[in-house]
C-alpha cells in the first residue's frame, strides 16, 4: 500500500486529510493546481483557499493512498525511536499587549453596535526550521491521538507544499455533503472550557451561551437560504469533550439538491465561529491582523480545507489547532470569540489553552 510513499517528497510536496472517523487519505508526489475544479472526477481532489478566499487553489497530486489511520501510523514508526524528537521545540509566549490591544479594538467596534462579535487571532512563534524527523514526529502524535476514542471526532488535515506546511487536528468542519443522499451537515461550534472542568459547565455559563447562540442563528439563517429550507433540522447545544478541552456544539442537517463547492464556501465561511457578526464585517478581521505589524497575518489559520472524495463527498475542514511553519519559521495560531461581555484576562488565558491543547496533539 505504501511502497511508493517516500517521506522526504511527502513532506516535500504531500497532504493528508480525514475522510471519515480512523481513516485517511494521504497524497503526494507531482502536483497540478488549477483555478477551477479538474475535469476528471475520478481522483481525490483538494480546494485550499486562503482565510480571506483570495488565493484559491484546487491541488491534485500523483499518488492517492486512503487508509487506516493505525495503518499509516505504523508504516509510520518503521525506523523511529519511541523518543519524540520534536518534543523540545520551544516557542514564544502569547504577546498580552497585542492581544490587549485587538481586544479594546473590538469593543470599541462593539459599543458603536457595528458588530456583536469579532474573533482575533494571536500566535507563538519559533525561529527555527523543522527537520524531516520532526515532521514525522509531528504527524505520528497525530495520528496516535487520532486512534484514541475521544479524539475520533478530530480531523487531521495537512498540506506541505513550496517550503511551507500546515497539520493539524480540527474538532470543527465548515460542512460536509454526501451526493449520494444529497445530505449537508455542518455545525456551530463555539464557547470553550478545559474538559476537566465540572459537567455543563458550558451549559451554565451565559457568556459561553450567548457566544455560541450567535454562531448558530447564522447558520441556520444562512442554512435556511439553500433551496430546501423545509429539511433542515438541527440538534439540542451540546458539550463536545475534544481531549483536552471541549466547546458547545449544534449540529445542522438539510439535504440540498443543487450543490456548488463556491456558492456554500461563500454563504457559510467564515461563521461568526471564526469570523464577525454580522458577517458582512469580517474585513475587519484584517485591521486586527495588521495590529502585529508583520507581514505573517494569520496565513492559513481558520481557512477552509477542502477533500474531494473520487465519489463526489466533500469535506471542508475549519483549519484550527495546528502548527504551520514558513521557509524560515514555525507558528502555533489560537482565536477566541470577543462578545460585549468578554473578560480580557479570561480570553487570554482560553488562548493559552488552545496552544497548549495544540501542543499536546502534536506531542510538544
Not at 40 to 48: A, K, P
Not at 91 to 118: G, H, M, P, R
Not at 166 to 181: H, V
Not at 248 to 258: A, G, P, R, T, W
Amino acid at each position: 500500500m505504501f511502497q511508493t510513499l517516500d517521506w522526504s517528497l511527502f513532506f516535500s510536496s504531500g497532504l493528508i486529510f480525514s475522510t471519515k472517523p480512523g481513516f485517511v487519505v494521504i497524497s503526494w508526489g507531482k502536483v497540478k493546481e488549477s483555478k477551477i475544479p479538474f475535469k476528471e472526477t475520478n481522483l481525490w481532489s483538494f480546494f485550499c483557499p486562503d482565510f480571506y478566499l483570495n488565493n484559491s487553489r484546487y491541488l491534485r497530486f500523483e499518488y492517492n493512498v486512503e487508509c487506516q489511520s493505525d495503518q499509516l501510523l505504523s508504516y509510520l514508526k518503521i525506523g523511529l525511536k519511541k523518543k519524540n524528537n520534536a518534543s523540545n521545540i520551544k516557542f514564544s509566549d502569547l504577546d498580552f499587549n497585542i492581544f490587549e490591544k485587538k481586544f479594546y479594538k473590538i469593543q470599541k467596534e462593539i459599543k458603536k453596535n457595528v458588530i456583536t462579535k469579532a474573533v482575533p487571532v494571536v500566535f507563538q512563534k519559533s525561529n527555527r526550521l523543522l527537520s524531516l524527523l520532526e515532521k514525522k514526529y509531528l504527524l505520528m502524535s497525530i495520528l496516535e491521538k487520532n486512534i484514541i476514542d475521544i479524539n475520533q471526532c478530530l480531523h487531521i488535515y495537512g498540506l506541505f507544499l513550496n517550503n511551507k506546511g500546515i497539520l493539524g487536528s480540527s474538532p470543527e468542519i465548515l460542512f460536509s455533503y454526501k451526493k449520494q443522499n444529497k445530505i449537508l451537515k455542518s455545525m456551530a461550534l463555539a464557547g470553550t472550557a478545559l474538559s476537566s472542568e465540572k459537567k455543563d459547565s458550558l451549559l451554565n455559563s451565559d457568556k459561553d451561551l450567548k457566544e455560541h447562540k450567535i454562531v448558530s442563528e447564522y447558520l441556520n439563517k444562512a442554512l435556511s437560504n439553500l433551496e430546501n429550507k423545509n429539511n433542515l433540522t438541527s440538534s439540542k447545544i451540546y458539550e463536545k469533550n475534544i481531549g483536552y478541552l471541549k466547546h458547545l456544539c449544534k449540529d445542522f442537517q438539510i439535504s440540498i439538491d443543487n450543490f456548488c463547492l463556491k456558492t456554500i464556501i461563500n454563504l457559510l465561511h467564515p461563521t461568526p465561529a471564526l469570523g464577525t457578526s454580522p458577517k458582512d464585517q469580517w474585513n475587519f478581521l484584517k485591521t486586527l491582523d495588521a495590529v502585529e505589524h508583520t507581514t505573517t497575518s494569520r496565513l492559513n489559520h481558520g481557512a477552509p480545507f477542502v477533500g474531494i472524495s473520487p465519489n463526489q463527498n466533500i469535506k471542508a475542514i475549519v483549519s484550527i489547532r495546528n502548527i504551520q511553519w514558513t521557509n524560515t519559521n514555525l507558528y502555533l495560531f489560537a482565536g477566541c470569540g470577543i462578545i460585549s461581555e468578554s473578560n480580557l484576562q479570561k480570553e487570554f488565558q482560553e488562548l493559552n489553552n488552545k496552544t497548549k491543547s495544540t501542543k499536546l496533539l502534536l506531542g510538544i
